[in-house]
C-alpha cells in the first residue's frame, strides 16, 4: 500500500493503484447525541443501526472508508481513511484496519 502526499490539500493525495475500497460507513448524529444512524455499505450489501462505536467524530458525524491492497492481501495490509470534523475543521486521518477496529487514536 502506497499514500502518496503531494502538497497540503487532501486533492494531493494518491492512493496507490493497487488499492481498492471495500466498504463505507457512514456516523450522522446531532451533536453529542449518544446515538444516530450508522450506515455500512459493503458490496450489495447496505446495513443501518444505531452503533457509533466506530466513528472517527467523537461528538458529530464521521465517514470511514475501507480499503485494501490486491498486492498484500494479509489483514494489516487493509486500511481506513476517516473523514471527521473537530472544533470547527474537517480532518483526514488514516488508520490501519486493526487500528480502527480497536478504536485506538
Known sequence: MKI?????NFAD????????LYKVEVFDRAE?????TH???????VTQDRDMSGNPSS???????????EVNEAP?????????QH???EFIQ???????EGKAA
Open 39 to 45: 450506515t455500512t455499505v459493503e458490496g450489495e450489501l
Open 13 to 20: 493525495y494518491e492512493i496507490d493503484e493497487n488499492c481498492h
Open 87 to 89: 472544533k470547527g475543521g
Open 59 to 69: 461528538r458529530r458525524t464521521g465517514v470511514a472508508l475501507h480499503f485494501w491492497s
Open 94 to 100: 488514516f488508520k490501519t484496519l486493526t487500528e480502527y
Open 76 to 84: 494489516e495490509d487493509k486500511f481506513v481513511m476517516c473523514i471527521f
Open 4 to 8: 502518496t502526499n503531494y502538497g497540503t
Open 32 to 36: 453529542d447525541a449518544e446515538h444516530g
